[in-house]
């Protein structure tokens, strides 16, 4: 069997980066970019077919763009992952670091959910938000305790929309761990729980995430389709607001493929409709990705900054300054278009230009391409305690200007 390599390229100047994203639009080499070529000097991460590495190779020669090889097989690192992932499961009653020693399957995931409201019920409920096209709960945890307000303000976070990400579901769980097990011990976080409703949902894309699990590692999309070999949607893609104006696709066979019309999709749908029929509670919204190390604001579709961009940054350097104080891991802040590229379609576009949600942001998570998608199990805990240090600190910055 040949080796799946995975290279890492810097254009260096306009020419190359032209040069790379004929690459792109060359949908019959199957390239997998894992991170797209979007500026002089910035990394593009690609993952090549065995059989189009002599290809790939002639060509970056003829164009003179150097490339470095970061795997030298990605398959022998989904094949360790796969080792690890087959100890026993997650045994209730145990440590809930036994957990988060290790990636969990989506069943597993919404067990741990059900775990922490069974133990903790006055603090917190499992809602399910709606169904996948395969017809799998999209299934979060709300964590808020009851309160005199009429209305407490809300802050949604949600990962796992692309199915290859798992570092994003896991860091989620976590997230929701942490305000329910700290609640009785630590006292700022039994306050935001208190003036918040956080509500919590560690995969959107269920069906995308089960087949990354049991099929194809690098899976991304969800997995409806209309066509046999073609299957999925690009569910940050999907969202109604300024839908396929670039940086999507039309074809099916794309991995951002934007569905045939916005919201086509029932995951898309149901979360957009969830956050809309109670928009005037929500104050933040998190998706949460990875990689890359970024903290980012709107807007995905344009250069140009959203109204409330300087208010967005300095909530975000609060969360990156308490991200770096953890173990020193340091984040970039952003508009998505202007530190990665034009994505249209996206969530947190949608959250902020539709909902009205000011702190609408993406995090993009551990690490910067070392290891990309296929991060170390090792690396969960570490992740979990900079990310929740991060989403606390925004939240405190948030309930100071309320």
Avoid at 41 to 65: C, G, H, T, W
Avoid at 85 to 96: V, W
Avoid at 177 to 189: G, I, M, R, T
Wanted: aromatic share 12%; with cysteine; hydrophobic share 35%.
């Amino acid at each position: 069997m040949w080796a799946i390599p995975f290279f890492r390229i810097v254009p260096i100047d306009e020419e190359d980066l032209e040069n790379l994203r004929t690459l792109v639009n060359n949908e019959d080499m199957k390239l997998d970019f894992w991170k797209e070529p979007t500026a002089v000097n910035q990394a593009v991460d690609v993952m090549v077919p065995p059989e189009q590495v002599p290809f790939l190779e002639q060509y970056l020669i003829s164009k003179r763009i150097p490339r470095t090889l970061l795997m030298f097989d990605v398959e022998r690192y989904i094949m360790k992952e796969r080792m690890e992932m087959s100890t026993p499961s997650f045994l209730t009653g145990r440590d809930s670091n036994d957990f988060f020693s290790n990636y969990r399957r989506l069943d597993e995931i919404h067990k741990y959910l059900e775990e922490l409201v069974e133990k903790n019920p006055n603090i917190s409920s499992v809602i399910s938000i709606g169904k996948s096209s395969e017809g799998r709960d999209l299934k979060a945890i709300k964590i808020g305790s009851k309160s005199n307000q009429v209305t407490k303000p809300a802050i949604w976070i949600d990962g796992g929309i692309h199915a290859r990400e798992w570092i994003s579901p896991a860091t989620v769980t976590y997230i929701a761990h942490s305000l329910v097990s700290e609640y009785d011990l630590k006292e700022d976080v039994k306050e935001l729980v208190d003036y918040f409703d956080w509500y919590i949902l560690p995969v959107v894309n269920p069906d995308g995430y089960i087949y990354s699990h049991s099929v194809n590692r690098m899976w991304r999309k969800s997995r409806r389709g209309r066509m046999l070999f073609c299957r999925g949607v690009d569910l940050n893609r999907n969202f109604a607001f300024h839908w396929r104006e670039g940086g999507s696709s039309s074809s099916p066979c794309s991995e951002t493929y934007a569905g045939f019309t916005a919201f086509s999709e029932p995951e898309t749908k149901a979360l957009s409709d969830y956050i809309f029929s109670q928009k005037e509670k929500f104050v933040a919204y998190l998706a949460v990705h990875s990689y890359s190390q970024l903290w980012l604001t709107p807007w995905g579709w344009t250069t140009e900054l959203p109204k409330d961009y300087n208010d967005m940054v300095r909530v975000a350097q609060e969360a990156t300054k308490a991200i770096a104080e953890v173990h020193g891991t340091n984040y970039r802040i952003g508009s998505s278009t202007n530190v990665l590229y034009k994505a249209t379609g996206g969530a947190d576009d949608w959250a902020y230009g539709v909902a009205g949600i000011k702190y609408s942001y993406t995090l993009e998570l551990r690490d910067t391409g070392r290891h990309g998608f296929l991060l170390p199990s090792e690396q969960i805990v570490p992740t979990g305690e900079e990310t929740w240090a991060g989403v606390k600190a925004m939240a405190k910055e948030i309930k100071k200007e309320m």
